[in-house]
Every structure is written in structure tokens, then in C-alpha cells.
């Protein structure tokens, strides 16, 4: 089975721009989460869809916005980017909604914003 | 107080010591206790994961838990340098609620 891939691999962005961020989840999982990472704050959860809907929230301004469509792939956007922003963004999938606590994880989106 | 303490290291050690990465966390309702692999520049890789106390090993890997002082552990037999890495631990009270995260230990074997 193919593993989760995440587009695109790395991002420059201008402070103000938006940005979205592509996740394509493990075939058949129906879960996906999406986490920042940076080396001060380490692994941060963002939000998590499940069949279509956001089913868990972390604590991210409105700014952070996803989406999950029919076929389980997910999207992240970011709008008006601050400099803070910087980070490593992770995607992962999990086979179905009582399962979270095992997540396979995609490369990740390496965002700049300069 | 953070509910995951794990020390961030840098932990060194030569090739072929058992290695011991720990965690502790206050949370005692969590039910669920992974391990992940982090290699520079890339997504955490799910190592294990361990439903509540007791052991589980895989090859080199074995994961530890003792709920009751909520501490876990896991131990690397005959490191290589290969395990050189970010390893960070994560909980979860199961079912469809959210891991939390450790900040990960930096992992250095040494030829």
C-alpha cells in the first residue's frame, strides 16, 4: 500500500499570502489529521476530519482551515501568512474513526514564509 | 506542568549500547502509548504502539509501560547508527480522541 503523500513538498510564501496544503491519507483510511511542527513548539495538532467533517479542533486561529473530501484526501489552507508560520506541516491518516491513537504520517509540507 | 515530558537530549551513545528513551505524563486516563521515529527532515514512522501496562517488543524495540507511576520507556537493543534520530513518544485515551505528543528525544549512535 502506498503511504501518505503530502503536496507540495516545500513552500515559499510572502507574509500576507495564503496557502494550501494537499494530503492524500493511506487507501481505505477514513481519518486525517493535520500537525505543525517546529523545533520550539514541537508537534502541534491542528484538526482532524473525519468522513467530511471536522470532528476535532486544536487551538489554531481561524486563519487554519481545512476540508475533507469524498475520497478522504484533505486539504489545509492558511491565510494572511505571518512569519511565524514557518513550519513543518504534517498530514496523517488513520484507518478509521476509533483508531486515531495509531496515525501513519506523510513527509510533510516545509513552509516558509519570508 | 506539560501532560508528555520527554527530555530532548541530545542522548549519545556508541553502536551496539541498549538505548533508553523514556517519557513521563500526568494525564492517568490515557490508555494508548506510541512510539514514533523521526528521521531529519522527514514525517514521524510509527515504531509501536502499547495498550495500557506491560510490555510489547518488535526485533530491536521493546516498549515499556507502568501506568502506575506513569512513566514508559523504550529501550533499543544492539543500537546501529542508522537509529540515529528524533523518537518521540505520544498518548492517547483511545477511541476517536486526539494523540498527545512528546517534544522527542535527539537519538545519536556512534560508529
Known amino acids: 500500500k502506498a503511504g501518505v503523500t503530502q503536496t507540495p513538498r516545500y513552500l515559499i510564501k510572502t507574509r500576507g499570502q495564503q496557502v494550501t496544503l494537499s494530503c492524500s491519507p493511506i487507501s481505505g483510511h477514513r481519518s486525517v489529521s493535520w500537525y505543525q511542527q517546529t523545533p520550539g513548539q514541537g508537534l502541534q495538532f491542528l484538526f482532524e476530519y473525519f468522513s467530511e467533517t471536522q470532528r476535532n479542533k486544536g487551538n489554531f486561529p481561524g486563519r487554519f482551515s481545512g476540508r475533507q473530501f469524498s475520497n478522504s484526501r484533505s486539504e489545509m489552507n492558511v491565510s494572511t501568512l505571518e512569519l511565524g508560520d514557518s513550519a513543518l506541516y504534517l498530514c496523517?491518516?488513520?484507518?478509521?474513526?476509533?483508531?486515531?491513537?495509531?496515525?501513519?504520517f506523510g513527509p510533510g509540507t516545509r513552509l516558509t514564509v519570508t | 506542568q506539560k501532560e508528555v515530558e520527554q527530555d530532548p537530549g541530545p542522548l549519545s551513545v556508541p553502536e551496539g549500547a541498549i538505548v533508553s528513551l523514556n517519557c513521563t505524563y500526568s494525564n492517568s486516563a490515557f490508555q494508548y502509548f506510541m512510539w514514533y521515529r523521526q528521521y531529519s527532515r522527514k514525517g514521524p514512522e510509527l515504531l509501536m504502539y502499547?495498550?495500557?501496562?506491560g510490555n510489547k517488543e518488535d526485533g530491536r524495540f521493546t516498549a515499556q509501560v507502568d501506568k502506575s507511576s506513569k512513566y514508559i520507556s523504550l529501550f533499543i537493543r544492539d543500537s546501529q547508527p542508522s537509529d540515529s534520530a528524533t523518537y518521540l513518544c505520544?498518548?492517547?485515551?483511545?477511541?476517536?480522541?486526539?494523540?498527545?505528543f512528546g517534544r522527542g528525544t535527539s537519538l545519536i549512535v556512534h560508529p
Open positions: 496523517a491518516s488513520s484507518a478509521s474513526g476509533t483508531q486515531t491513537y495509531e496515525q501513519y
Open positions: 505520544a498518548m492517547s485515551l483511545g477511541g476517536s480522541y486526539i494523540p498527545t
Open positions: 502499547t495498550y495500557s501496562s
